[in-house]
């Protein structure tokens, strides 16, 4: 099974601030990774897929990047809609996500 | 618009069945394959089924095969997950996804899930 590790599993940050989540899988993924923001209450959202692909009506301040086994989340100014907790996703062989990273307000 | 609705969640004794449901609208159902991902209460995401566009191509997470069975009815355009046997650790928000493509064969599948409902709860009691 391939194993998803992300860090950190918690983020202070404040508005304005640029933030990078890291993931890491446990063998190569080529680029068959997927980030996903969870809101409380809300459906969770994809943001970019296949490591750096901007889903369509995501903000241009998220972006993502890596191949193989390292990849980031960066957002580029923090927004007070981002305040959440975003899950990478491998889907190379089978699924399997990271265990999360909360971003919460400094 | 991609509207994708869960319903069946329920409080439920271990050992008990439930049959969870998905209203899949604002698509072409039958050209996407289907997912049910979970979270658990203070913890991550974990994927649970897809279902391919064909219903032919199944597959289950390793803590859910033999328990769970997924299925589609492209008529009424809806995707279920029939829970046996079930257990107080898989108690948790279950979410209905759309994929973003519809084939899959082996163990390399290669979806993403663009759409995702607001789950449904279900809590399994001891």
């Known amino acids: 099974d391939i194993q998803m590790t992300q860090s950190p599993s918690t983020l202070s940050a404040s508005v304005g601030d640029r933030v990078t989540i890291t993931c890491r899988a446990s063998q190569s993924i080529s680029t068959w990774l997927a980030w996903y923001q969870l809101r409380p209450g809300k459906a969770p959202k994809l943001l970019i897929y296949t490591a750096s692909t901007l889903e369509s009506g995501v903000p241009s301040r998220f972006s993502g990047s890596g191949s193989g086994t390292e990849f980031t989340l960066t957002i580029s100014s923090l927004q007070p809609d981002d305040f959440a907790t975003y899950y990478c996703q491998q889907y190379h062989t089978y699924w399997t996500f990271g265990q999360g990273t909360k971003v919460e307000i400094k | 618009e991609v509207q994708l609705l869960e319903s069946g969640g329920d409080l439920i004794q271990a050992g008990g069945s439930l049959r969870l449901s998905c209203a899949a609208s604002?698509?072409?159902?039958?050209?996407?394959?289907m997912s049910w991902v979970r979270q658990a209460p203070g913890k991550g995401l974990e994927w649970v089924s897809t279902i391919s566009d064909s219903g032919r191509t199944i597959y289950y997470a390793d803590s859910v095969r033999g328990r769970f069975t997924i299925s589609r009815d492209d008529f009424k355009s809806a995707v279920f997950l029939q829970m046996n046997s079930l257990r107080v650790d898989d108690t948790a928000v279950y979410y209905c996804?759309?994929?973003?493509?519809?084939?899959?064969?082996?163990?390399?599948?290669?979806?993403?899930?663009?759409?995702w409902g607001q789950g449904t709860l279900v809590t399994v009691s001891s």
């Open positions: 996804a759309k994929d973003r493509g519809g084939h899959c064969s082996g163990a390399n599948c290669h979806l993403d899930s663009d759409y």
């Open positions: 604002g698509f072409t159902f039958t050209a996407y394959a």
